[in-house]
Nanobody, 124 residues
């Protein structure tokens, strides 16, 4: 069965960088629509970045230019490179996957397969 598994969460100072990884079982990441979502304390889950079958990427306006979503087909891993992190980026980050095509980022309900989440904390 498809089971994304995130790793790489850390506590960093503002301006620092973190790279999150998502290993996906059962299916190649290149054959799925993949995305990173995040949920800050007391807030709803929101889309951060997504990538579809044709490598079209979509970014939340708050992270555009700082975050980059990529995938390594050989290793079957999805990445989220986060640079110039700010306190507002503090959240639990989730990896999501779906076989069916999703236009753009989509909503959490568009993705059927989720990881357990990994925490990123950014201090000023």
């Amino acid at each position: 069965q498809v089971q994304p598994t995130e790793s790489g969460g850390a506590s960093v100072q503002a301006g620092g960088s973190v790279r999150l990884s998502c290993a996906n079982s059962a299916s190649p990441v290149s054959r799925m629509c993949m995305a990173w979502f995040r949920q800050a304390p007391g807030s709803q889950r929101e889309g951060v970045a997504s990538i579809d079958y044709d490598d079209i990427t979509v970014y939340h306006e708050d992270v555009r230019g700082r975050f980059t979503i990529t995938r390594d087909s050989a290793k079957n891993i999805l990445y989220l490179q986060m640079n110039n992190l700010q306190p507002e980026d503090t959240a639990t980050y989730y990896c999501a996957a779906e076989f069916l095509y999703i236009s753009g980022m989509g909503d959490p309900t568009d993705y059927r397969f989720w990881g357990q989440g990994t925490l990123v904390t950014v201090s000023s």
